[in-house]
C-alpha cells in the first residue's frame, strides 16, 4: 500500500542509488530501488509509490522513457529527474524534463539537503 512515504529510486550507479536511500530512509521515508528503467516501471506499476526518483541516463529504458510511462499510468505520482548530464547541457535538459512531466530536475553532484528538501517539497515530511 501506497503511503506519503514510499519513494522509488530507479538509478543504475549503485553508489549513488545507496546513498539516495540512505539519505530518504534516514529522513523517514520508506524506500525502494531498482537498478534500471524496466525494473523501475514494473515495481511502479505493481504497487505505485508517491514519489519516483529517476536517472536520466540509463541502459535500456532511459529516464524520459520511465518519465513518459509513469506519468501516463500514473499522473498523480511526482516524479523527481536526476543526471549529471544537466550541468554540462549534453542530452535532455532540465526544462525537457519537466515538459515530460518530472516535477522537479536536480543535477548531479546534488547534496542531501538539496534531495530531502525537494522530496519534502512535493510528498512533505514523514511524521514522526
Known amino acids: 500500500?501506497?503511503?506519503?512515504?514510499?519513494?522509488?529510486?530507479?538509478?543504475?550507479?549503485?553508489?549513488?542509488?545507496?546513498?539516495?536511500?540512505?539519505?530518504?530512509?534516514?529522513?523517514?521515508?520508506?524506500?525502494?530501488?531498482?537498478?534500471?528503467?524496466?525494473?523501475?516501471?514494473?515495481?511502479?506499476?505493481?504497487?505505485?509509490?508517491?514519489?519516483?526518483?529517476?536517472?536520466?541516463?540509463?541502459?535500456?529504458?532511459?529516464?524520459?522513457?520511465?518519465i513518459a510511462e509513469i506519468k501516463r499510468h500514473h499522473p498523480a505520482v511526482a516524479v523527481i529527474a536526476i543526471s549529471g548530464r544537466f550541468r554540462c547541457g549534453s542530452g535532455l535538459t532540465p526544462e525537457d524534463a519537466i515538459a515530460l512531466g518530472a516535477a522537479r530536475a536536480l543535477a548531479k553532484p546534488f547534496n542531501r539537503g538539496e534531495m530531502v528538501k525537494a522530496v519534502a517539497d512535493l510528498v512533505g515530511r514523514p511524521a514522526g
Open 1 to 66: 500500500m501506497t503511503t506519503t512515504r514510499d519513494i522509488l529510486i530507479i538509478e543504475d550507479d549503485a553508489i549513488l542509488r545507496d546513498l539516495l536511500m540512505d539519505w530518504l530512509e534516514a529522513a523517514g521515508y520508506r524506500v525502494r530501488v531498482a537498478v534500471e528503467g524496466a525494473a523501475g516501471l514494473a515495481e511502479a506499476h505493481d504497487d505505485p509509490p508517491c514519489l519516483v526518483i529517476t536517472d536520466i541516463h540509463m541502459p535500456g529504458i532511459d529516464g524520459a522513457a520511465v
